[in-house]
């Protein structure tokens, strides 16, 4: 086990300026930290493993690996890490926090690409910087699974054929002695740049406002 952080309380300004989360919400989710790691340290991947609130949920594997890429941690190295911090775990979660109700356009943009790029490198899985066109069609049909009216399979179809309009699309741009890899992220955003992924990519793990430490 690791040093006990009980007694420790965490900057929480700093976390608040940083990822946007109130004080209030900052303590919950410490709380929460605490219980997941078993007072320890750091936080590892079978701490979300054993996630009852991710057990349905059709990303879990992505959404739990996400947690330990650097590259959603503002780390210029890539690759992945064993364990977290407190803070590395609420940076994560702050980009599956919805965006306030009234807030500037541009500011809204920046949160729509910000979301995009995390969005990408969770199918980015070799960070190689492009995602395969199979790749894409199960983001697409991720996105569309959330939505109530649509059923299962009315979902797939819709991502199957998003899948074979990007691959004429981007093929199509090609020259002939090019070589298709993938998806590039600047393809991504514009692919995606009529679904509201900002208010859309949220993932209600707690309810920050109530929750205690052990629920």
Same mark, same amino acid.
């Given at each position: ?12 300004? &700093? ?23 078993? &007072?320890?340290?750091?936080? !590892? ?9 991710? =057990?349905?949920?059709?990303? !879990? ?9 650097? !590259? ?38 920046? @949160? ?21 066109? &199979? ?19 009315? =979902? ?26 993938? @998806? ?10 009529? @679904? ?20």
């Amino acid at each position: 086990m690791g040093a006990s952080q009980s007694g420790r309380v965490p900057e929480f300004q &700093d976390l608040t300026d940083k990822t946007g989360f109130s004080i209030e919400q900052l303590k919950n989710l410490h709380n929460r930290f605490v219980y997941l790691t078993q &007072d320890e340290d750091t936080l !590892r991947r079978e701490h979300l493993e054993n996630m009852s609130d991710l =057990a349905l949920n059709p990303i !879990r594997r992505q959404i739990i690996e996400a947690f330990f890429d650097s !590259r959603n941690l503002g780390q210029k190295e890539k690759g992945c890490l064993q364990e977290i911090g407190f803070e590395e775990f609420v940076t994560v979660l702050a980009f599956f926090k919805p965006p306030k109700p009234h807030i500037a356009e541009e500011e809204r943009k920046t @949160i729509k690409k910000e979301k995009l790029r995390f969005l990408f490198n969770m199918h980015d899985t070799d960070n190689d910087g492009v995602i395969t066109l &199979d790749e894409y069609r199960r983001v697409v049909e991720e996105l569309l699974s959330s939505t109530e009216t649509l059923g299962a399979e009315t =979902a797939k179809a819709i991502s199957d054929a998003a899948m074979l309009e990007v691959a004429s699309e981007t093929v199509g741009q090609m020259g002939p002695d090019e070589f298709y890899e993938g @998806i590039t992220f600047e393809q991504f955003m514009q692919i995606l740049k009529d @679904i509201e992924i900002e208010t859309k990519m949220n993932v209600h793990f707690w309810n920050l406002e109530t929750m205690h430490c052990g629920k």
